[in-house]
Nanobody
Framework: QVQLVESGGGLVQAGGSLRLSCAAS????????MGWYRQAPGKQRELVAT???????NYADSVKGRFTISRDNAKNTVYLQMNSLKPEDTAVYYC??????????????WGQGTQVTVSS
C-alpha cells in the first residue's frame, strides 16, 4: 500500500516562508512525477508545481519566482519551498505522486492535504 504523508503547513504572515514536505512510502520501485496542488475554499483544485524523476519542473504562473519544488528520488520525497507568501496562497496543499510503480501495481496517489494560511 502506497501512502503519501505531508508536513510543514501552518500559519505565516504575508511575506514569510514555509517549506512543505511529502514522503511516499510502500514497496515503491519508481515514481514518474511528483507535485503539489492546492485548493482554496470555494475553488477548484489547481496545480502549483510538478517535478519529474529527471528533475524537470513546471510551475503555475502565480507562483513562479516565489516557490521552488525539489525532489529526493532516493527518499521518494518531494519538497515545496514557498517564499514571499501572499494571502491568496492560502489553501489546502495536496501532494501528488504520478506513475508510482510497486511490486504489485502502478497508479497515482494523493496525500491527505496540509493547510497553509497566510495572514495579511
Amino acid at each position: 500500500q502506497v501512502q503519501l504523508v505531508e508536513s510543514g503547513g501552518g500559519l505565516v504572515q504575508a511575506g514569510g516562508s514555509l517549506r512543505l514536505s511529502c514522503a511516499a512510502s510502500g514497496s515503491i520501485f519508481s515514481i514518474n512525477a511528483m507535485g503539489w496542488y492546492r485548493q482554496a475554499p470555494g475553488k477548484q483544485r489547481e496545480l502549483v508545481a510538478t517535478i519529474t524523476s529527471g528533475k524537470s519542473t513546471n510551475y503555475a504562473d502565480s507562483v513562479k519566482g516565489r516557490f521552488t519544488i525539489s525532489r529526493d528520488n532516493a527518499k521518494n520525497t518531494v519538497y515545496l519551498q514557498m517564499n514571499s507568501l501572499k494571502p491568496e496562497d492560502t489553501a489546502v496543499y495536496y501532494c501528488n505522486a504520478e506513475g508510482v510503480v510497486t511490486a504489485y501495481l502502478q497508479g497515482d496517489y494523493w496525500g491527505q492535504g496540509t493547510q497553509v494560511t497566510v495572514s495579511s
